[in-house]
């Protein structure tokens, strides 16, 4: 239970220094209206990835019962069924913030124009990798949910930690970018931990399918 539930307790830990950075870059950059836009933001994309965190619950305990029994042709159909709605989940969030940013943003705050312009700009730009989270948030579950908690760490952490935090340190002091530094450091943390989610679990699926027909050969024999 320790080893299993490491993994959501390290992202939470990863999810409060995130914010500490996270604050005080923009604060730094934009000041109090940047606080301002990204609790919007984060506010925004927890609305879109919910549904997510609902099938990644509702998927688990198939994933990991299916894996136990050795049924691993129904562990790729559940995670591939899995991944697919969640795809499409957030490519649906990703045309609705692209397209109606400043209508999201007045559903928070419809006075402050300089909230309202520096908002949709920073949420079209930090939500700009959104169709492919959905995949990234569903490979860390996996992971966990067949008892490899090292990797779901990994998974977990990537974004968060391994890429985000650095981005946000650097990419603002970058060619002066600033603001707009601060902005890019989602998508890039987005995009690279995307990129770390594919190799495994592409790794993973090519082992699954080598268990599955050794499994077959062995109920044939």
């Excluded at 209206?33 to 609902?54: H, R, T």
């Excluded at 969030?93 to 400043?102: D, E, P, R």
């Excluded at 977990?156 to 650095?166: K, M, N």
Aim: avoid cysteine.
């Amino acid at each position: 239970m320790m080893a299993i539930g490491s993994a959501p307790f390290a992202m939470q830990l990863a999810a409060s220094l995130l914010n500490i950075i996270l604050n005080n870059s923009l604060y730094n950059y934009g000041g109090e209206i940047a606080m301002s836009a990204i609790g919007v933001i984060m506010s925004v994309s927890m609305l879109i990835l919910m549904p997510i965190f609902g099938i990644n619950q509702g998927v688990q305990p198939i994933i990991g019962y299916n894996y136990g029994a050795e049924r691993y042709d129904r562990v790729k159909k559940a995670l591939k069924l899995a991944i697919l709605i969640a795809s499409a989940i957030t490519t649906l969030g990703f045309i609705i913030t692209q397209l109606f940013s400043k209508q999201l943003i007045q559903m928070f705050n419809r006075e402050d124009l300089e909230l309202l312009t520096m908002g949709s700009r920073g949420l079209r730009i930090y939500m700009f990798m959104l169709p492919i989270v959905g995949a990234q948030i569903i490979s860390s579950n996996y992971f966990q949910a067949t008892g490899k908690p090292l990797l779901s760490m990994i998974l977990s952490l990537s974004r968060q930690v391994l890429f985000l935090i650095p981005a946000v340190l650097i990419l603002p002091r970058l060619f002066d970018l600033g603001l707009t530094g601060v902005w890019i450091a989602g998508p890039t943390a987005d995009f690279l931990a995307f990129l770390v989610a594919s190799v495994l679990l592409l790794r993973e699926m090519g082992q699954l399918d080598a268990k599955h027909k050794e499994s077959l050969s062995l109920q044939e024999a």
